[in-house]
């Protein structure tokens, strides 16, 4: 895919890039169930938004202004000696962008944003059917 890509963190604006991406990603991971509609994501995202108790971050990676890529993650501390843990629950990149280091750019984003925070461990896990997808 030609253009500059771009990771950042959602904000309000970017609700519609989300439930595109969302929509997505549900296509991909569960093709016999129709996917949230946008209507769904973005209340979500305003419930999210305004709920200091759901700590859902969003990080969008876009190539020439257009979504590509998705990380929803949360930040926790589970213990007194950990120095916090950054989790990914999912992450997607849309198959036009894969192969081109946009996951790979997007797990660069959130070491570095959990460094920032001083975090120190990383967490994620994958779904069984992906491992065709990182080799």
């Given at each position: 895919m030609a253009g500059d890509m771009t990771i950042r963190l959602a904000g309000p604006d970017d609700h519609?890039?989300?439930a595109a991406m969302n929509g997505a990603m549900d296509?991909?991971?569960?093709?016999q169930l129709p996917p949230n509609s946008a209507g769904e994501v973005v209340a979500l995202m305003r419930r999210i938004a305004t709920d200091d108790h759901l700590g859902t971050l969003v990080a969008l990676a876009f190539r020439s202004g257009v979504p590509v890529g998705i990380a929803f993650f949360?930040?926790?501390?589970p213990g007194r000696r950990l120095g916090g843990v950054l989790f990914v629950k999912d992450?997607?990149?849309v198959e036009e962008?894969?192969?081109?280091?946009?996951?790979e750019a997007l797990m660069t984003f959130?070491?570095?944003?959990?460094r920032?925070?001083?975090i120190?461990?990383?967490?994620?896990?994958?779904?069984?059917?992906n491992a065709g997808v990182w080799g």
């Open positions: 519609e890039a989300i296509l991909f991971y569960n093709p949360v930040l926790v501390h992450l997607f990149v962008a894969r192969g081109a280091g946009t996951g959130l070491a570095g944003f959990a920032d925070k001083g120190t461990r990383i967490d994620l896990t994958a779904e069984p059917q």
